[in-house]
C-alpha cells in the first residue's frame, strides 16, 4: 500500500498543515474538500478576528514548504478569519497545487472488501473512500491511512436544551428567523433596529454580543437580548485578565461591559424548549420576543461517514477516549489540557485519525496549535518515527476559566468547580429573575 496516497479529509487549517507534514515525510497526500475553496469553513466566518496571534496560526511544516517561493509569515497581530485565509491558508493551499480536490465530498470510509464485522487481514487492505464530487459524480478512491480533520463547522448544536432542536427551531432556520453564525457589523440589515436574542455562552456569544453592540451604537433603536442556561459567575464572561490568551480574554470583558452598561440584556437560567418563528420560550415558561435568533451553543463532530469504521470514542464528548478526560469540561478546567498526539488520537481502526476540531468532539477548548502539534505528531507516526510521534512540540496557554462537574450548567449556581474549586458569586448588577417573565 505504499504507493497509494494518505487521504486527509478537510482543507481546513489542519488539513492543510496535515498535506505539507506528508509532503516534507516524503508521502502522498490527498485533500479531500467539500467546498469550493480552502477553508470554506473559514470563509464562512471571515469577519470574525481570531484571539490567538499570528504565530500561533502557522504550521511550522506549511511556512517550510512557502518560504522557497518568497512567502514570508506575519509576526504579529490578530488576523480575521478572512486575512488568515488571504496571508497563509490560500497561499498554503496554492501550493499544494493538485494535491487538493475542491467539491469532493466523502460520504464513507471502509477497508476494501471488508466492512465493519470482518476482522480478516482487515489491516492489510487499502481504505476506501467514497466521494461525492459537486456534479454528482461517485467514485471510490484508495488511500493507505486517513487523517480525518473535516471539523464540526457543518454541525452546530441546536438551542434546545436538552441537545436536540427545540420544538419549531427547524422551521425557524428555515423561515430566516434563527441562524447559527456570528453576525457581522458590515452586513447590518438583519439586526440593525431589530430585536436579536443571543443564546449560547462561549467565545462565539461574546463575538456576537459585541458584533451586535457595534450595530446597535448606529442604529439605537436596535436591541439585544442574550440568553444563556447558567446563573452568572465570575467564569462566565471568560478568564478576563487571567487568560494568557489576552484576546480571548478581551472578548468576555466586552461582552460583560455591555451588559454592564445596559446594551444588552442578560436572561439567565434560560433552557430553551420550543421556538415559534423568532420567539423562544424556556422550559420553565418565559417567553422572549424578538425579531432575530442567533444560535452560538458549540458545535459536534459529523461521524456518519465513519460507520464502517471501528472507533474507540468517549460517549460522551465523541472524541477520541484517550484525550476526552483532558478536555471534558464537566470535569476539566484552568487551561491544563495537554498537547495531544498520534498515540493520544489512534483508533482501534489502524492508520485512521480524528485530528483538528474534530478530534475534540463537543469540547470547546481547540486551538489551532493543538492541531498543528497533532498533525506533526500523527503524520511522523505514519512516516515510522515513532520518536517524533511521541516527542511533544508544544505548550498551551492558560485559559484563565474553570468550569466543573455539574455545576458548569446549572442555572441555579453561582460558582464554578473543577480543579480551581470554587469562586465566589459575582456582581449583583447581573442577578436575574428566573420566574415567569414575557420580554417583548
Given at each position: 500500500m505504499t504507493d497509494l496516497p494518505v487521504a486527509v479529509i478537510g482543507a481546513g487549517p489542519q488539513g492543510l498543515a496535515a498535506a505539507a507534514h506528508l509532503l516534507e515525510r516524503g508521502l502522498t497526500p490527498l485533500v479531500l474538500e467539500q467546498g469550493s475553496e480552502p477553508a470554506a469553513a473559514v470563509a464562512e466566518w471571515g469577519h470574525v478576528r481570531l484571539f490567538s496571534a499570528w504565530p500561533e496560526l502557522v504550521d511550522k511544516a506549511a511556512a517550510r514548504l512557502l518560504e522557497p517561493a518568497g512567502w514570508a509569515a506575519p509576526e504579529s497581530g490578530y488576523p480575521t478569519g478572512a486575512q488568515w485565509r488571504e496571508r497563509y491558508l490560500v497561499p498554503l493551499a496554492d501550493a499544494l497545487d493538485d494535491r487538493v480536490r475542491y467539491g469532493a465530498t466523502v460520504t464513507g470510509v471502509s477497508r476494501k472488501g471488508r466492512d465493519r464485522l470482518v476482522d480478516a487481514d482487515r489491516a492489510e487492505q487499502p481504505f476506501v473512500l467514497h466521494v461525492t464530487s459537486a456534479d454528482g459524480t461517485e467514485e471510490r478512491l484508495e488511500a493507505r491511512a486517513v487523517i480525518d480533520a473535516s471539523g464540526t463547522w457543518r454541525r452546530p448544536n441546536p438551542a434546545g436544551a436538552d441537545g436536540l432542536p427545540a420544538l419549531g427551531e427547524r422551521a425557524a432556520h428555515a423561515a430566516g428567523a434563527l441562524g447559527y453564525a456570528v453576525?457581522?457589523?458590515?452586513?447590518?440589515?438583519?439586526?440593525?433596529?431589530?430585536?436579536?436574542?443571543?443564546?449560547?455562552?462561549?467565545?462565539?456569544?461574546?463575538?456576537?454580543?459585541?458584533?451586535?453592540?457595534?450595530?446597535?451604537?448606529?442604529?439605537?433603536?436596535?436591541?439585544?437580548?442574550?440568553?444563556?442556561?447558567?446563573?452568572?459567575?465570575?467564569?462566565?464572561?471568560?478568564?478576563?485578565?487571567?487568560?494568557?490568551?489576552?484576546?480571548?480574554?478581551?472578548?468576555?470583558?466586552?461582552?460583560?461591559?455591555?451588559?454592564?452598561?445596559?446594551?444588552?440584556?442578560?436572561?439567565?437560567?434560560?433552557?430553551?424548549?420550543?421556538?415559534?418563528?423568532?420567539?423562544?420560550?424556556?422550559?420553565?415558561?418565559?417567553?422572549?420576543?424578538?425579531?432575530?435568533?442567533?444560535?452560538?451553543?458549540?458545535?459536534?463532530?459529523?461521524?456518519?461517514?465513519?460507520?464502517?469504521?471501528?472507533?474507540?470514542?468517549?460517549?460522551?464528548?465523541?472524541?477520541?477516549?484517550?484525550?476526552?478526560?483532558?478536555?471534558?469540561?464537566?470535569?476539566?478546567?484552568?487551561?491544563?489540557?495537554?498537547?495531544?498526539?498520534?498515540?493520544?488520537?489512534?483508533?482501534?481502526?489502524?492508520?485512521?485519525?480524528?485530528?483538528?476540531?474534530?478530534?475534540?468532539?463537543?469540547?470547546?477548548?481547540?486551538?489551532?496549535?493543538?492541531?498543528?502539534?497533532?498533525?506533526?505528531?500523527?503524520?511522523?507516526?505514519?512516516?515510522?518515527?515513532?520518536?517524533?510521534?511521541?516527542?511533544?512540540?508544544?505548550?498551551?496557554?492558560?485559559?484563565?476559566?474553570?468550569?466543573?462537574?455539574?455545576?458548569?450548567?446549572?442555572?441555579?449556581?453561582?460558582?464554578?468547580?473543577?480543579?480551581?474549586?470554587?469562586?465566589?458569586?459575582?456582581?449583583e448588577i447581573f442577578t436575574i429573575s428566573r420566574t415567569p417573565i414575557t420580554l417583548s
Open positions: 453576525p457581522d457589523r458590515a452586513h447590518s440589515e438583519a439586526y440593525a433596529g431589530r430585536h436579536t436574542i443571543v443564546i449560547g455562552a462561549g467565545d462565539s456569544a461574546f463575538n456576537a454580543v459585541n458584533e451586535l453592540t457595534a450595530i446597535a451604537k448606529n442604529h439605537p433603536e436596535t436591541r439585544i437580548t442574550w440568553a444563556i442556561r447558567r446563573a452568572v459567575s465570575t467564569n462566565t464572561f471568560g478568564g478576563g485578565e487571567a487568560d494568557e490568551l489576552p484576546e480571548r480574554g478581551a472578548l468576555g470583558v466586552r461582552a460583560k461591559k455591555a451588559v454592564q452598561d445596559g446594551s444588552v440584556e442578560l436572561v439567565t437560567g434560560f433552557r430553551t424548549e420550543r421556538v415559534d418563528g423568532a420567539t423562544v420560550i424556556a422550559e420553565d415558561g418565559r417567553v422572549i420576543e424578538a425579531d432575530q435568533v442567533v444560535v452560538l451553543t458549540g458545535y459536534r463532530p459529523d461521524l456518519g461517514f465513519l460507520s464502517e469504521m471501528r472507533l474507540d470514542l468517549d460517549p460522551t464528548l465523541e472524541a477520541p477516549r484517550n484525550i476526552a478526560v483532558q478536555i471534558d469540561p464537566n470535569l476539566h478546567s484552568c487551561g491544563s489540557v495537554s498537547a495531544t498526539g498520534a498515540k493520544d488520537l489512534a483508533q482501534p481502526e489502524p492508520d485512521l485519525y480524528l485530528v483538528g476540531m474534530k478530534s475534540y468532539g463537543r469540547a470547546p477548548t481547540f486551538l489551532a496549535m493543538t492541531g498543528y502539534e497533532q498533525v506533526r505528531s500523527v503524520v511522523a507516526e505514519l512516516a515510522g518515527d515513532h520518536d517524533a510521534a511521541a516527542r511533544v512540540e508544544l505548550e498551551l496557554p492558560d485559559t484563565g476559566v474553570c468550569g466543573g462537574a455539574g455545576v458548569f450548567d446549572d442555572p441555579d449556581s453561582t460558582t464554578s468547580g473543577g480543579c480551581c474549586g470554587t469562586t465566589a458569586p459575582s456582581e
